[in-house]
């Protein structure tokens, strides 16, 4: 059976609906993939005038771009043709617009494709198609389209293509080249400005942290010149810069990490990659000094001046030698280009003959200078002399004439030492050194490159044949330096004395010594005093606040007399030295003389610093304490000895206790008619000689007397300490008194064998007189005094001077001598002392100088050694028998 077709007229009316919704929908579709198209084309223009569009940016736009053709109008095509292609689509399409008619249409439509229907009844279905036929012949499906846009799509169409033609219109150049970077955005093309810039690199290496500046310029060619043009640093503030003679000049802060600065002028831009760098330091620089030729050094001296100062010697040259951070373009010193070696700049050698200055440029191969100029100061100075110094050396030193005089010498120069000695001269004096001499020695011969000398040196006055005199010792140095004098040290006076000197030296200093003892001792004396006044206070008294500082005090005044006196010992231990090495002084008084210092050493090291603390911890200690707290039992100590009790229930001696470790006691007990008293019935007053010491042995009558009434008194630490103080410092007086007496006994003898030295002495200054006159006597003899020699008469002249000081000093002697005598009335003494002055012989010392100015030398003679005689005589009548 044939199948019945759709009316005619309803498929040419469906047919018509289809044509006419694909070619709206067609449309929607090119126009917006032309929408896509130029709109990309005119956002990378747009771009293109603010930045270098990038070549990623402008794939991505042409890309997006080319959706509308590429995705979304395929799309169309396979959703409005494609779907289309039957008319049920078509008949369900339109029943989007008109949903009743639309069934309609769907369900005649069905009917004729359904064989299974039209088996039924084909008079029905003609009868409902050309229902449907006739009640859609006048029906209008233009307005039917489903969202029809292509109206509103020709617009947003048209407008882009209109801007783009204005754009190829107006600027050509600028939309053409646009156009290319467009459809060949991986291309080669460059953006196209109306603004153009030259001058600026695309790399820039800078100074690190410092301010610096950026030029732009306008190029010839450029069609725009902006007033203002900014630069931007990474993410920092942007900055402006005028236009002033076609130059745009920005100054940037000081930048330390690298960076991108974008330049920017009317619609160029131009990054320039920033690169801060340090400039090019001088790691080192060095000079090459050669000094002067006499000063005989083997090779040039190498000097670091990286200071900026350096001193040379007249007369030598000097090159240099700097090494920088980085390889160097160029170098100048003064002004003047100087010879580069990668990082290092070589001068060359400058004579230097006065103070100047040096001015150092440099340039790395990054273009970067240095900040400023290293300047050198240069400063010429002249050969200084050498300079020596003796260590461990007294101002005033007394030497023993056979000692050896020990110090240290150092000697110093600023390029080299050529020798190193001692020199010395005598201090005149009229009775020990009438006629000065002079005298040098070699100590350290030097080097030309030997800077310091520090050694010992050593002096003995009977190495060098001084003889016992006054005399001034220094030392000298010498350099290299031509016609240059010698460098001297500080001047020392030494004493060089005789044994016999050195003992009356030793006797006067003993002599000052003791009286400075005996004045620690008197001080310890008035502390005495002050502390027996102070333990007659009761324990209220002492407890008062003044009374505690008056303790405090003592103290302080026991502790510094305690020093006062260490100090003298420790000068008195220096005596003793010096006597030990004098062989005038014996054994047993040597002996003494250390015993009593070492007595002195314990007095002032260990007894009166005891006392000293006695007294800080009375004055620190509590008051009195109650008997309440006093009942601390104690500890039996052990005894020995006889305890004739025959009373029954008396225990035996007492086991002492081991952690107590008690002092033993030796007692003797007695029997007696007392009751023997219990342990309870009186409380035993501590001993007061402490628990550090063993005490004489005892004797105890069993029971002992009455109790006192009211009890024992309640004990005062405070007391306690006042008291063992007192009693420590009054045996530590008596041990000091006795010292005192041996100390003087020493000395009474020392000053008794000094009268006799000191007369021995002015003896022999008589002989050394007449020798001396006796030199002279052959020119001078049968001459009157204007006739003699100039030399006759100067040292006739000296005996003067000579005899005038030996006057004086036998004078003192015999001073001494009366004083001595006063002090211990001993015969021999005044037996002397009575010869000296009946003699008158202080008068008749000064009468030889005046006869032997008159040129009567033979008397003079004879009466120098008369006296001579006498004062020998009396030493011998001194020194008595045995």
């Not at 900014?230 to 920005?250: H, I, M, R």
């Not at 006062?564 to 010096?578: K, P």
Request: proline share 5%; charged share 25%; aromatic share 6%.
């Amino acid at each position: 059976m044939k199948l019945i077709d759709l009316p005619h007229g309803t498929h040419a009316k469906l047919d018509g609906y289809r044509r006419h919704v694909r070619a709206v929908k067609l449309a929607e579709g090119v126009l917006a993939a032309v929408f896509g198209l130029v709109l990309s084309y005119l956002l990378v223009f747009v771009l293109d005038r603010i930045w270098d569009t990038p070549i990623a940016l402008r794939a991505l736009m042409l890309l997006v771009g080319s959706l509308g053709f590429g995705v979304f109008f395929p799309l169309k095509c396979h959703r409005w043709v494609w779907k289309t292609r039957r008319m049920e689509q078509v008949a369900r399409l339109l029943k989007h617009a008109f949903p009743r008619l639309g069934d309609q249409l769907l369900g005649i439509v069905e009917l004729a494709q359904s064989e299974s229907e039209q088996n039924r009844s084909q008079t029905l279905i003609r009868a409902a198609m050309a229902q449907v036929d006739e009640s859609i012949r006048d029906r209008d499906f233009s307005d039917a389209v489903p969202n029809a846009r292509h109206r509103s799509w020709a617009w947003a169409a048209g407008i882009p293509l209109a801007l783009t033609v204005l754009v190829f219109a107006i600027v050509p150049a600028a939309g053409g080249n646009a156009l290319m970077r467009w459809i060949w955005p991986w291309g080669d093309t460059e953006r196209f400005t109306f603004a153009q810039i030259e001058g600026l690199p695309d790399q820039l290496v800078v100074p690190m942290a410092e301010a610096f500046d950026v030029h732009a310029r306008l190029a010839a060619e450029t069609r725009w010149s902006p007033q203002t043009g900014t630069a931007q640093y990474g993410s920092q503030a942007k900055l402006t810069a005028k236009l002033t003679e076609n130059v745009y000049q920005f100054q940037l802060p000081p930048q330390q990490e690298t960076g991108t600065m974008v330049v920017s002028v009317g619609d160029v831009k131009h990054s320039i990659e920033i690169r801060p760098t340090r400039r090019p330091e001088l790691r080192d620089i060095q000079a090459t000094v050669t000094l002067p030729s006499y000063l005989g050094y083997s090779s040039d001296l190498i000097s670091d001046v990286r200071g900026g100062v350096i001193s040379l010697v007249k007369g030598s040259t000097a090159g240099f030698r700097a090494s920088a951070t980085r390889e160097l373009q160029s170098a100048e010193l003064d002004g003047e280009a100087q010879t580069v070696d990668g990082p290092a700049v070589v001068t060359a050698p400058v004579a230097v003959l006065a103070s100047g200055v040096k001015r150092l440029t440099w340039r790395d191969r990054l273009g970067l200078t240095s900040r400023e100029p290293f300047v050198l100061t240069v400063n010429a100075k002249d050969d200084e002399a050498p300079a020596v110094f003796c260590d461990s050396l007294s101002q005033n030193h007394i030497l023993l004439s056979t000692d050896v005089l020990t110090f240290d010498i150092r000697a110093e120069d600023d390029f080299g030492l050529k020798r190193v000695g001692l020199e010395w001269v005598g201090v005149a004096d009229p009775l020990r050194n009438a006629q000065p001499a002079k005298g040098e020695k070699l100590v350290f011969g030097g080097d030309h490159e030997m800077k310091e000398i520090v050694g010992r040196a050593t002096f003995s006055p009977e190495r060098e044949g001084l003889k016992p005199r006054t005399i001034q010792l220094r030392a000298f140095v010498e350099d290299f330096k031509p016609d240059r004098e010698r460098s001297y040290s500080a001047t020392f006076i030494v004493h060089v004395l005789s044994p016999a000197e050195h003992a009356i030296w030793l006797t006067e200093q003993l002599a000052k010594w003791i009286r400075q003892a005996d004045g620690v001792y008197e001080r310890e004396m008035q502390l005495h005093d002050r502390n027996l006044e102070l333990r007659k206070l009761t324990a209220q008294e002492i407890d008062r606040a003044e009374n505690r500082q008056r303790i405090e005090q003592q103290a302080a005044a026991e502790r510094a007399n305690a020093a006062r006196l260490g100090a003298l010992t420790h000068i008195g231990q220096q005596l003793v030295e010096q006597a030990t090495r004098n062989d005038q002084f014996n054994v047993a008084t040597l002996e003494t003389w250390a015993e009593m210092l070492q007595k002195l050493k314990d007095i002032s090291g260990k007894r009166m610093p005891s006392v000293a603390d006695l007294l800080k911890n009375s004055a620190r200690a509590p008051g009195q304490v109650p008997s309440s707290q006093n009942s601390t039992p104690t500890v039996p100590s052990p005894k020995v000895g006889n305890i004739r009790d025959s009373k029954p229930g008396q225990a035996g001696p007492t086991k002492p206790s081991e952690p107590g470790k008690p002092i033993p006691q030796i007692i003797d007990v007695e029997s007696g008619s007392n009751d023997p008293k219990q342990p309870n019935d009186a409380k035993k007053e501590p001993s007061k000689s402490g628990a550090g010491g063993l005490t004489l042995p005892k004797t105890d009558v069993l029971g002992g007397g009455p109790d006192q009434k009211g009890g024992p008194e309640a004990p005062c630490p405070a007391q306690d300490a006042l008291e063992q103080a007192v009693e420590e410092q009054i045996d530590l007086l008596a041990e000091f008194e006795k010292v005192r007496e041996e100390l003087q006994k020493i000395l009474d003898n020392l000053e008794s064998s000094t009268f006799v030295k000191r007369l021995k002495a002015a003896s022999r200054r008589q002989i050394e007189i007449a020798n001396d006159m006796n030199k002279i006597l052959g020119s001078s003899f049968g001459r009157t005094a204007s006739d003699l020699p100039e030399v006759d008469r100067k040292i006739s002249s000296k005996v003067v001077i000579r005899e005038d000081a030996q006057s004086e000093n036998v004078y003192t002697i015999q001073e001494d001598l009366e004083a001595y005598f006063n002090r211990k009335q001993q015969g021999k003494f005044k037996t002397v002392l009575n010869e000296m002055q009946e003699t008158q012989v202080a008068s008749k010392l000064k009468e030889i100088g005046t006869v032997a100015v008159e040129n009567r030398k033979g008397k003079s003679i004879v009466m120098a050694e008369f006296w001579a005689d006498h004062l020998d005589r009396w030493a011998e009548q001194l020194v008595g028998p045995g």
